[in-house]
């Protein structure tokens, strides 16, 4: 355990165990821990920290606010929260009463699993607290049964399987959450849209205030800040929608405004690259025949 400034950075699931007043933990690579049976005072815990490991959480119960990153978000129903090792969190100021269970797992656990390659396809541990995953009743069900077996496995007689079983439980844990993510997706397609319709208005905007020409092309990480959500929420969110992601939209709406300076203005390929904040005009001709299967010129030259 180290202090960096305020922030308090864990190593170890015994060095947070015992800040939280839990025991030892059973296996020294996972421990899964339920809020009620922390005996440290609540106004003693770190207010901030970095945990070297993985950190799947479900919190019931929640009134008040949980700080990520920079920014603070409400809680007022159970959800699941996913955090990748090493991110800064922040806890918040009414939450004593909290209740719900928290797994945690050391990268170590899984580096000899196919899981070690395939956990970094799961793009919800790069989501913010407020793209949280809400459960139906049946799939808290599912959840917490999985909670239960891997709390059975770490209370049982550890042998040469206990750390296959764990892993594969863990990994069947991340994959009916890769599910449920799709299904919220879904299920939330009238707030997606609405997001994709502010997506537009921001690309609109920019493009046609030239924003270009002075700071380039919009970035995946320039529209998800515009609109408050993480980069690979964004691109997971507009996949589910439409098929694309971010980067594939950003694109769409250059080649839109791209032949309408190619129809239109007297300005040759070069200076519409130029325009639209390409540094050199080839990069902009070979994205241009990529999505059109046409260069620019050849676009330009087929209006005249």
Do not use: C, W
Not at 10 to 23: A, C, M, R, Y
Not at 113 to 133: G, Q, R, T
Not at 141 to 170: H, K
Request: charged fraction near 25%; aromatic fraction near 12%.
């Amino acid at each position: 355990m180290k202090q960096i400034d305020s922030v308090v950075k864990f190593d170890s699931l015994s060095e947070l165990n015992k800040v939280l007043g839990l025991p030892k933990p059973l296996h020294p690579l996972v421990s899964l821990v339920n809020y009620a049976d922390m005996k440290t005072p609540f106004d003693e815990q770190p207010k901030a920290l970095l945990m070297n490991f993985y950190k799947i959480s479900y919190k019931v119960n929640f009134q008040g606010k949980i700080g990520y990153g920079q920014n603070y978000y409400d809680f007022n129903e159970g959800k699941m929260a996913f955090i990748a090792p090493n991110q800064l969190l922040a806890r918040g100021e009414n939450d004593e009463d909290l209740s719900g269970y928290t797994l945690l797992f050391h990268p170590d656990l899984i580096l000899n699993y196919p899981l070690v390659l395939k956990i970094k396809n799961f793009s919800f541990f790069s989501y913010a607290a407020n793209e949280a995953l809400y459960l139906s009743d049946k799939e808290k069900q599912i959840i917490f049964q999985i909670f239960d077996n891997i709390y059975e496995e770490l209370n049982g007689s550890i042998d040469d399987s206990t750390q296959d079983v764990l892993v594969s439980q863990i990994e069947l844990l991340l994959n009916y959450s890769n599910r449920f993510y799709k299904r919220q997706f879904i299920t939330r397609r009238i707030v997606n849209n609405d997001l994709l319709s502010k997506m537009e208005r921001i690309l609109n905007d920019y493009f046609e205030q030239k924003e270009t020409i002075n700071s380039g092309l919009p970035t995946v990480e320039f529209i998800s800040e515009k609109l408050n959500v993480s980069p690979r929420y964004l691109s997971d969110m507009l996949r589910s929608l439409t098929g694309q992601n971010t980067q594939q939209h950003i694109h769409n709406k250059l080649i839109e405004v791209a032949k309408e300076y190619l129809v239109i203005s007297e300005l040759s390929v070069s200076e519409i690259a130029f325009q639209l904040g390409f540094e050199h005009s080839q990069s902009f001709s070979k994205l241009f025949k990529k999505r059109t299967n046409m260069t620019p010129l050849a676009y330009k030259q087929s209006f005249n």
